[in-house]
T-cell receptor, first 112, second 114 residues
Framework: QKEVEQNSGPLSVPEGAIASLNCTYS??????FFWYRQYSGKSPELIMF????GDKEDGRFTAQLNKASQYVSLLIRDSQPSDSATYLC????????????FGKGTKLSVKP | GAGVSQSPSNKVTEKGKDVELRCDPI?????LYWYRQRLGQGLEFLIY????????KSGLPSDRFSAERTGESVSTLTIQRTQQEDSAVYLC????????????FGNGTRLTVT
């Protein structure tokens, strides 16, 4: 069974620190990887996507993908209280959008 | 441009009644998903439509749940004989339909069954 695993948290970091969120997946056939942010009471919104091994940076966010170890990470530099939210990892297996699986999310709390 | 639109935004219904939730995807998006999210929980996949292909209904929790979509347009999710455990936020998302395309979510319908 294909699974996407995330630590549920809460992960608590002080303002200005680096927050590191991790996601592991079970199937080596995975093609596409997404990070969504969901504020309490709101819908998920896309933060980043990554398809190739290595790092991808966008502002304060960096996604890291290691297909050999089957994990994808999201780093948030200079964390702000406004980054406090639940972060969802999503994985597409086998190139078909129908095989999109979400993790249960990690709750991040950034303390001022 | 217009995003994914869902209606109603809130729905309160009595146990045993039927409800219909509507999702209007982004124009041109061939893929459409329905998810359920109970309070404090993750996303629970319900159903996936891709173009004119047969939908993936593997996530529907019971035969009280059904969904339709005509072509690449509006989708409706129907819950018959609602139960209190159906109370949740129902989220719709659409995408262009290729394997690398991210999902765009609507604001959801908050369903409360009393």
């Amino acid at each position: 069974q294909k699974e996407v695993e995330q630590n549920s948290g809460p992960l608590s970091v002080p303002e200005g620190a680096i927050a590191s969120l991790n996601c592991t997946y079970s199937d080596r056939g995975s093609q596409s990887f997404f990070w969504y942010r969901q504020y309490s009471g709101k819908s998920p919104e896309l933060i980043m996507f990554i398809y190739s091994n290595g790092d991808k940076e966008d502002g304060r966010f960096t996604a890291q993908l290691n297909k050999a170890s089957q994990y994808v990470s999201l780093l948030i530099r200079d964390s702000q209280p406004s980054d406090s939210a639940t972060y969802l990892c999503a994985v597409v297996y086998g190139g078909s959008q129908g095989n999109l699986i979400f993790g249960k999310g990690t709750k991040l709390s950034v303390k001022p | 441009g217009a995003g994914v639109s869902q209606s109603p935004s809130n729905k309160v219904t009595e146990k045993g009644k039927d409800v219909e939730l509507r999702c209007d995807p982004i124009s041109g998006h061939t893929a459409l998903y329905w998810y359920r999210q109970r309070l404090g929980q993750g996303l629970e996949f319900l159903i996936y439509f891709q173009g004119n292909s047969a939908p993936d209904k593997s996530g529907l929790p019971s035969d009280r749940f059904s969904a339709e979509r005509t072509g690449e347009s509006v989708s409706t999710l129907t819950i018959q004989r609602t139960q209190q455990e159906d109370s949740a936020v129902y989220l719709c998302a659409s995408s262009p339909g290729t394997g690398n395309s991210p999902l765009h979510f609507g604001n959801g319908t908050r369903l409360t069954v009393t």
